[in-house]
């Protein structure tokens, strides 16, 4: 397929606007949420807060209940530094680059210094470019070592980071969109000075360069790679400058000496920088601005000076405009919670807002995945996405509560492969780095395509882009790795395993050495591109797609036994179809499963709940499998706190057959329980995995890898799960707060009330309204709420006696194994009606082969005597019994042509289980068996003319417009229906009175013959 970039008509995004509306929308949520005043810092973390922060921060300070801290530790990987939502920048301390704690860690009480690009919580080092560090030696720092940290003084809001160094410096930081912002504050000295290191980054750095400009400009650039055990190379540019000019400086090179007064130093690899050196003994502060641009130096100073001014905003102001910004943002959903609940939901909303991060300059340059520049006209482009993670909850939640952005991430993604030749698996700013199994990019585009966030103006290229990125593998030449095994995939129904610890494609391609892991991906993948396309009404396009949503099923082996006595599971099958049959439990270099072991695999299908169950032996079997995988029992006895049986966290999930709440496999496990009736366990489960996250710096449960559990956490808090992309089934759940309000793009809200909610309890429903309409489905769809609505929850602190959601018709349904019938209409024999009698008959029967009847709600009509009837339906023996009622009044066999539609409720992600289907029954009409009325013969007529007074009988008649038949017969005037005795006592009526008026017409005849 031949793309071409599309003309984009630039949008007028209102942003003054915007930010009026949402500030008086924080003032009327605050009331109705009852905030009550926080600290200005997180003061609940566990690090103390800064000295500045001890005043009341107003009602609608959302920012200062953000704990940047939080997942700092645990192998959580996330960065306490300041940035913007989406920012460009993220400026952040740095002391390690390990794969447990890939940038900062809380717990080491030191830093190297502050560098201006990280990757919000993903498992491998990554960026780190142009690592900023203050000191007073005499000699300046030259090379990356831990400075220790004044016990008690770091700390940080959304948008801002403080702490103070031993040698008595302290730092600040904050940010505009591609600025970071710095201010240090220096005892008094002579040698006050800040390096800036290009030749050390959080991975591979490769060449650099720096450059003087003048006595307050530094500008220059770095390359890096290595992301996750490799990846391409990136170059990011900078331009700084001083808020004053240098006393001295210069640069340092491969043997890091310093070298005052040399102006540049360009290396193809090693060490580089350049040194500032300020005298303090007066003034004390020093603010550096620094604008950063992947296109070019030009676009990094142009970005400063757009967003700082040429002579720098005071840090102070930058600062103000930060926090407000993150205020406007996080206040799209305001919540009335405990105040730990509400430090716990908005550090977590927060998380959710940082990526995908902007990747075009304030001219809208930006460079691509072919590494070319391009221009984003009228929207922002965004890069870095980690697609295997986010589909599953961030960008549901994007497209919720952020759609124009939502758009213009969309937009973004169709430029990757427009300029990149192919969709992305995972992409690092302009490189793409492969890893991760699947096909997520897939999955993430039809969640979009269900969400309504892809424009219009580039829907028909997108949505070709989506079914070839599914069914073909990707041309020599382009970075992208695509489904490589496309064909086979199509043909076998699995993607074969290939052993990493063989020489082959095992070694060579996640796909092959996590076949197992692939074929489940590839499954979830097509059973969205097939949802989204029946949401679309592409229903011919939506069937080879929804079919192959339950491909997973080729990996199930009945015959290994698991703990627990249960059999059956999920494994990785080889290119010769034969399963790789080993222990439950086996590594991953064995199994083929990524990331997680055959037990949390196995219920990686959600989009196929029928089937689940079918393989696991039925509804018991699977709720049984469920009990044991969850710890239910032990869950029960003390509810709230995660069961022994769970994986402890980090990278547990290698060895542990428990569920493990923290990796995005089994992300939606607890909501299978609402697929089997008994949706109360979901809450049980919820409250556990909810009760993880803390605002400590080992609160979290594992990476959030760029915003995938903090939306997760977001969503579920708030009562619901989107539980298979490109559907708009949303699973619900008992919320955890209260109250909540979430304001959209265009002003309308979704008003969600919980009373009773609690934070670290289960509470159970025990009945919902969707838009004020009581709901016993366990789900709702994106249309109750996409343009505002409400979700009112009535709960329970008990789930005993509660019958919400528990009918097998209000479970969650299967997108994958939409039911599908074929109805066999076959006509009733010996039908007969009598010639002007209405009567009821039996004209046909529906079955749908071993489906019974009762499961497939049909309607159905006959045309018959030239008009259209609706026929009655019953269920009986099985089958529908379809019958008919009318009419004829013409003698000889006829037909009823038949139409059955089914009358099913279905979502809107699935076809109706059958289409319209059509048969044709004969009917006879005999005579009736009433013999007829004969008129007697009259007597002779008397002589006469004839002339009399007994007129011509039409006088009283009238026309007869007043008792007209209706169509059954009925008198329409009166409402009676004629049935057949009545017919004939009228007739015999009738008769007689003839006979009556004849005769005396005679009478009269013979008495004026004889007056005469």
């Known amino acids: 397929m031949s793309l071409a970039p599309v003309p984009h008509r630039p949008r007028e995004r209102a942003r003054g606007k915007r930010l009026g509306r949402r500030l008086g929308r924080r003032s009327a949520a605050s009331v109705t949420a009852s905030v009550t005043a926080v600290l200005v810092a997180a003061a609940s973390f566990a690090l103390p807060v800064s000295a500045t922060s001890a005043t009341a921060a107003p009602a609608d300070d959302y920012s200062s209940l953000v704990n940047p801290f939080v997942g700092t530790e645990s192998e959580g990987n996330a960065y306490p530094g300041a940035t913007r939502p989406f920012g460009m920048v993220q400026l952040s301390p740095d002391n390690t680059n390990s794969y447990q704690s890939t940038s900062y860690s809380a717990d080491l009480g030191s830093v190297w210094g502050f560098s201006h690009r990280h990757i919000n919580s993903a498992g491998c080092p990554a960026a780190g470019e142009v690592l900023v560090t203050p000191g007073i030696a005499e000699v300046p720092r030259t090379t990356r070592s831990l400075i220790p940290i004044e016990e008690g003084t770091e700390s940080a809001e959304a948008g801002y980071y403080a702490v103070t160094l031993d040698d008595g410096v302290t730092a600040e930081l904050t940010a505009t969109e591609r600025t970071g912002v710095h201010r240090y504050t220096f005892p008094a000295s002579q040698t006050s000075a800040v390096s800036f290191n290009v030749g050390q980054t959080l991975r591979d750095a490769g060449a650099s360069s720096v450059t003087w400009v003048d006595d307050h400009t530094l500008e220059g650039w770095v390359d890096n790679s290595g992301f996750c055990g490799g990846s391409e190379e990136s170059r990011y540019f ?60 030009d676009g990094a100073r142009a970005n400063r000076v757009s967003e700082v001014g040429e002579n720098a905003t005071p840090f102070d102001e930058v600062r103000a405009a930060t926090k407000s910004a993150w205020n406007d943002q996080l206040g799209s959903i305001a919540i009335t919670a405990s105040e730990q609940t509400k430090r716990v939901f908005y550090t977590q909303l927060y998380k959710s807002l940082l990526s995908p991060t902007i990747g075009s300059d304030v001219d809208g340059r930006y460079r691509g995945m072919d590494l070319a520049v391009h221009v984003a006209d009228g929207w922002t482009y965004h890069q870095t996405f980690s697609l295997w993670d986010t589909y599953r909850t961030q960008a549901t939640l994007h497209g919720l509560i952020e759609r124009d952005r939502a758009s213009d991430i969309v937009r973004s993604m169709y430029q990757h492969r427009i300029e990149g030749g192919w969709l992305p698996r995972w992409s690092l700013g302009p490189v793409e780095t492969n890893i991760m199994a699947g096909d997520p990019a897939s999955a993430w585009v039809a969640e979009n395509f269900a969400l309504g966030t892809v424009p219009d103006d580039i829907s028909d290229e997108l949505w070709d882009v989506l079914v070839e990125n599914a069914t073909t593998a990707p041309p020599e030449g382009v970075a992208s790795v695509g489904r490589q095994s496309a064909d086979f995939w199509i043909k076998n129904r699995h993607i074969p395993y290939y052993s990493e610890n063989e020489p082959g494609l095992g070694q060579q391609f996640e796909e092959y050495r996590h076949g197992g892991s692939s074929s489940l991906e590839f499954s979830i993948s097509d059973a969205a591109i097939g949802a989204a396309a029946q949401r679309m009404g592409k229903t011919e396009e939506a069937a080879p797609f929804l079919e192959r949503g339950r491909n997973w099923q080729r990996l199930w082996n009945p015959d290994v036994a698991l703990s627990g006595g249960f059999t059956g599971i999920v494994n990785a099958v080889t290119p010769e179809g034969e399963f790789v049959t080993t222990g439950e439990n086996a590594s991953v270099q064995e199994s083929g499963f990524h990331e997680g072991t055959a037990w949390q695999y196995q219920w990686m299908a959600n989009q196929d709940f029928a089937g689940l169950q079918d393989v696991m032996g039925g509804t018991d079997q699977m709720l049984s499998r469920l009990d044991f995988y969850f710890g239910m029992d032990e869950l029960k006895s003390n509810p709230g706190v995660s069961p022994t049986h769970w994986a402890p966290g980090g990278s547990t999930y290698y060895t542990s057959i428990g569920y493990n709440p923290g990796n995005e496999p089994t992300i939606m496990n607890p909501w299978l329980y609402s697929s089997v009736g008994q949706p109360a366990k979901v809450n049980d489960v919820l409250a556990a995995n909810l009760n993880r996250f803390g605002t400590t710096p080992g609160g979290g449960v594992g990476n959030d890898d760029l915003g995938t559990l903090a939306s997760w956490y977001v969503m579920a808090s708030l009562g619901f799960a989107p539980v298979v992309p490109g559907s708009g089934m949303f699973a619900m759940n008992a919320p955890r707060v209260e109250q909540a309000t979430i304001t959209l793009d265009d002003g309308n809200t979704i008003d969600i009330t919980a009373p009773g909610a609690s934070d670290s309890q289960p509470r159970y429903i025990e009945s919902v309204s969707v838009d004020g309409v009581d709901t016993p489905r366990t789900w709702f769809d994106l249309d109750d709420i996409k343009a505002g609505g409400s979700l009112d929850f009535t709960l329970a602190s008990s789930s005993d006696g509660l019958a919400w959601g528990t009918e097998k018709a209000n479970r969650l349904p299967s997108v994958a194994a939409p039911q599908r019938v074929t109805p066999q209409i076959t006509p009733a024999t010996g039908g007969e009606l009598t010639a002007g009698t209405a009567k009821v008959l039996d004209v046909a029967t529906v079955a749908f082969g071993d489906t019974a009847a009762s499961e497939v709600p049909i309607t159905a009509t006959a045309s018959f005597g030239g008009d259209l009837h609706g026929l009655q339906v019953r269920e009986q023996d099985g089958a529908w019994v379809l019958s008919l009622e009318a009419k004829s009044d013409s003698v000889g066999t006829q037909t009823a042509a038949i139409t059955v539609t089914s009358a099913a409720d279905v979502p809107r992600f699935a076809p109706t289980p059958f289409e319209p289907a059509t048969a044709e029954a004969s009917i006879a009409v005999v005579a009736g068996s009433t013999p007829p009325v004969t008129d007697p013969e009259p007597p002779t007529e008397p002589s006469g003319d004839g002339d009399g007074n007994g007129g011509d009988g039409a006088g009283n008649g009238g026309d007869g417009s007043d008792t007209a038949a209706g169509p059954n017969g009925d008198l329409a005037s009166t409402g009676f229906e004629i049935v057949p005795g009545l017919l004939a006592a009228l007739a015999a009526l009738l008769a007689g009175a003839l006979l009556m008026v004849v005769r005396r017409r005679q009478v009269r005849a013979g008495t004026r013959r004889t007056e005469s």
């Open 238 to 297: 900078f331009s700084a400058q001083f808020d004053r000019p240098t006393s001295s400086s210069g640069i340092w090179s491969a043997d890091g000496a310093h070298q005052p007064g040399v102006a540049s130093n360009e290396v193809a690899g090693g060490d580089n920088g350049a040194v500032a050196v300020f005298d303090t003994t007066d003034d004390a502060d020093v603010e550096i601005s620094v604008g950063v641009s992947f296109v070019d130096v």
